[in-house]
């Protein structure tokens, strides 16, 4: 539970920020599932992140479970957010790079081709 309480605090999920609810089970496991309030339904009231939990039978086990997978989601969301910044940080990169050889000669070239072809729209005369 220690490295769970690190996690909460390294992304800033306080107990007080937590709404949590104990939902009648369902699913596999038999007639003590379907009695016993174990699932875990975690909401995070700041952000709005939601997660539930039905792991295991034991209530205690899924509270610590939906705290993990609520860090876990944290985590997922930060990976994603500094890979679009990389994408953003490399496609600026890209765009601001001097083009190649070839590539001048061949905007020189569709250039060439689109000042002939306007060329031929002009008037005929006899």
């Known amino acids: 539970m220690d490295s769970l309480e690190q996690r909460m605090k390294h992304w800033k999920i306080f107990e007080e920020d937590l709404e949590e609810r104990f939902v009648l089970g369902s699913g596999a496991g038999g007639q003590?599932?379907?009695k016993t309030s174990s699932c875990v339904y975690l909401k995070h009231l700041p952000t709005g992140?939601?997660?539930?939990?039905?792991e295991t039978r034991f209530r205690e086990r899924n509270r610590e479970m939906a705290r993990s997978r609520l860090c876990d989601h944290f985590e997922e969301k930060a990976r994603e957010d500094k890979l679009i910044r990389a994408k953003e940080r490399a496609k600026k990169r890209f765009q601001k790079r001097k083009p190649s050889r070839a590539e001048k000669a061949r905007r020189r070239r569709t250039k060439e081709l689109r000042k002939n072809k306007k060329q031929m729209r002009g008037r005929v005369r006899d």
């Open 32 to 34: 003590k599932i379907n």
């Open 49 to 54: 992140a939601e997660v539930s939990c039905q």
